[in-house]
């Protein structure tokens, strides 16, 4: 098991066990997030433990133009039942992602630090949120990082039926022509549903060998 140090690095991520685990240790600090996204690595784990850092293979991901949308989702989308924006209240989404029950998991790996340090990061430009809407009501949204050309997926929740899955599918298409990619981590059959498939990490890692995300920075 490798331990992060105070040092701002990361191991190759080819040194992941079989799990995609990677390190342990180090901190949540903005640079050390950034660094970690821009290198294919994210944080994930549970409240009391130490940080554990992840880079799975194979990834799973969406490319846009391979977004599957059911007739169910085009005919609430055409009826404008529910209502979209991006970045107005990011605190409070990830305060819903990290407060919603859902089946087969007893608490939520969204702990104080994790919310502190991606407000911080939204704060700075990098994390983005997105929210659905009904009669004003939030009833659903997720949140990301943002790497200009690939959209690295948090976290998401729903209140009501089919508003999580109406906003990802609004972002997916207005967004389509900025993101090669839309990285969604792990295998979820819900995603699955909507095109996600899963490519090889070292794919996914040429994604993000470009300039647009080596250069990217952000002034503290």
Same mark, same amino acid.
């Given at each position: &098991?490798?331990?992060?140090?105070?040092?701002?690095?990361?191991?190759?991520?080819?040194?992941?066990? +079989?799990?995609?685990?990677?390190?342990?240790?180090?901190?949540?600090?903005? +640079?050390?997030?950034?660094?970690?996204? #821009?290198?294919?690595? !994210?944080?994930?784990?549970?409240?009391? %433990?130490?940080?554990?850092?992840?880079?799975? @293979?194979?990834? !799973?991901?969406?490319?846009?133009?391979?977004?599957?949308?059911?007739?169910?989702?085009?005919?609430?989308?055409?009826? +404008?039942?529910?209502?979209?924006?991006?970045? $107005?209240?990011?605190? %409070?989404?990830?305060?819903?992602?990290?407060?919603?029950?859902?089946?087969?998991?007893?608490?939520?790996?969204?702990?104080? %630090?994790?919310?502190?340090?991606?407000?911080?990061?939204?704060?700075?430009?990098?994390? #983005?949120?997105?929210?659905?809407?009904? @009669?004003?009501?939030?009833?659903?949204?997720?949140? =990301?990082?943002? *790497?200009?050309?690939?959209?690295?997926?948090?976290? &998401?929740?729903?209140?009501?039926?089919?508003?999580?899955?109406?906003? /990802?599918?609004?972002?997916? $298409?207005?967004?389509?022509?900025?993101? #090669?990619?839309?990285?969604?981590?792990?295998?979820?059959?819900?995603?699955?549903?909507? =095109?996600?498939?899963?490519?090889?990490?070292?794919? !996914?890692?040429? /994604?993000?060998?470009?300039? %647009?995300?080596?250069?990217?920075?952000? @002034? *503290?």
């Amino acid at each position: &098991m490798i331990w992060l140090t105070k040092k701002l690095e990361f191991p190759d991520i080819h040194k992941a066990d +079989e799990s995609g685990l990677l390190a342990i240790g180090g901190d949540l600090s903005p +640079e050390r997030l950034l660094l970690a996204y #821009k290198s294919g690595i !994210f944080p994930w784990y549970n409240p009391n %433990e130490i940080i554990q850092w992840w880079s799975p @293979n194979p990834r !799973f991901v969406l490319y846009p133009n391979k977004l599957k949308i059911s007739k169910s989702t085009q005919k609430i989308l055409n009826q +404008e039942y529910f209502h979209f924006t991006e970045n $107005q209240c990011f605190s %409070e989404v990830i305060f819903q992602c990290a407060s919603i029950k859902r089946p087969g998991q007893r608490g939520t790996w969204i702990t104080d %630090e994790m919310f502190n340090a991606y407000c911080t990061l939204h704060e700075l430009g990098l994390a #983005k949120s997105v929210e659905v809407w009904k @009669n004003n009501d939030l009833v659903g949204g997720f949140y =990301g990082i943002d *790497l200009h050309i690939v959209f690295c997926g948090e976290s &998401m929740f729903s209140k009501v039926s089919n508003s999580s899955k109406c906003g /990802f599918t609004y972002f997916v $298409q207005k967004h389509s022509h900025q993101y #090669k990619l839309i990285d969604c981590q792990i295998h979820s059959s819900y995603l699955e549903q909507l =095109g996600a498939e899963e490519i090889s990490r070292e794919k !996914f890692k040429t /994604f993000l060998e470009c300039r %647009e995300i080596k250069n990217l920075h952000f @002034n *503290l």
